[in-house]
């Protein structure tokens, strides 16, 4: 069976810095993998090359067998990419509601009419309200966006990425900045996701990585440093002098 989502040696240079570094990756079907690294790894330029916001200086990026390498972001998302952002994205003077029929609207190529197949087609209408359910949404459909709690952002922001019918679902960062007591939504609803979904989580919060994934990659210096089973990486040396035991962001 084809990976959902991979990359062949995978190469990105600004001039003499080289974020990224002949990294060659593999996303299983079905996934929950992590990627984890210290400040400076290189994770945020690695997604940007996996979602086409970046252009590789060498190297591929292949989804479910095909090479989507040179394919604007837009074009990737049609095909089932879709991401997440470390600080999210939202429009703030609009509703969850808006905002998940924005996300349906844009999917089912509605144009300039998400607006009005809002309460007058059914199938919109019941599939928003089926994600705004999945989310914890429901109690606060109504209310401008900049009002919610950032929890709440964070999960409309997941909510809407997951709108949008992910094959493959990249996580950058979900619980950044949440709230210690808020950060249980977030875990349950990425728990949540349905198995056809492959998930890459790109994140700092050890205990949402370890809860989470069934493999984790090591990235550092912008090449990998080392991927396996969470208690391999836990117990790994190398993990924990570069990583684990540090708290620092990036």
């Known amino acids: 069976m084809a990976a959902a989502l991979e990359t062949h040696g ?9 974020p990224t570094k002949d990294v060659t990756f593999r996303l299983e079907q079905g996934a929950r993998h992590a990627l984890i690294g210290p400040n400076g790894a290189g994770k945020t330029t690695f997604v940007n090359l996996l979602t086409g916001v970046l252009a590789p200086s060498s190297g591929r990026v292949v989804m479910e067998g095909e090479d989507i390498t040179r394919l604007k972001p ?12 470390q600080i999210n994205q939202l429009f703030g003077d609009l509703t969850p509601l808006e905002t998940l029929a924005l996300a349906v609207g844009e999917r089912r190529r509605l144009g300039r009419e998400w607006r ?15 994600v705004a359910e999945r989310f914890d949404l429901l109690d606060v459909l109504e209310r401008r966006t900049d009002t ?5 952002q964070r999960l409309l922001e997941i909510a809407a990425a997951f709108a949008c019918a992910p094959k493959v679902l990249l996580l950058d960062e979900p619980a950044a900045g949440v709230p210690e007591a808020e950060r249980r939504g977030i875990l349950n609803a990425i728990a949540a996701l349905p198995d056809d979904v492959s998930v890459l989580l790109i994140e700092h919060d050890m205990d949402l990585v370890f809860s989470f994934a069934r493999r984790i990659s090591v990235l550092v210096d912008g090449a990998l440093l080392v991927e396996g089973e969470p208690s391999a990486i836990a117990a790994d040396p190398r993990v924990r002098a570069v990583y684990l035991g540090e708290n620092r962001d990036g």
């Open 148 to 152: 919610l709690p950032y929890g709440k």
């Open 10 to 18: 995978l190469v990105k240079r600004f001039g003499g810095i080289v």
């Open 116 to 130: 009005r197949r809002v309460g007058a087609d059914d199938a919109v209408s019941t599939e928003i309200m089926q």
């Open 74 to 85: 837009e074009a990737r998302v049609r095909r089932g990419l879709v991401r997440t952002f």
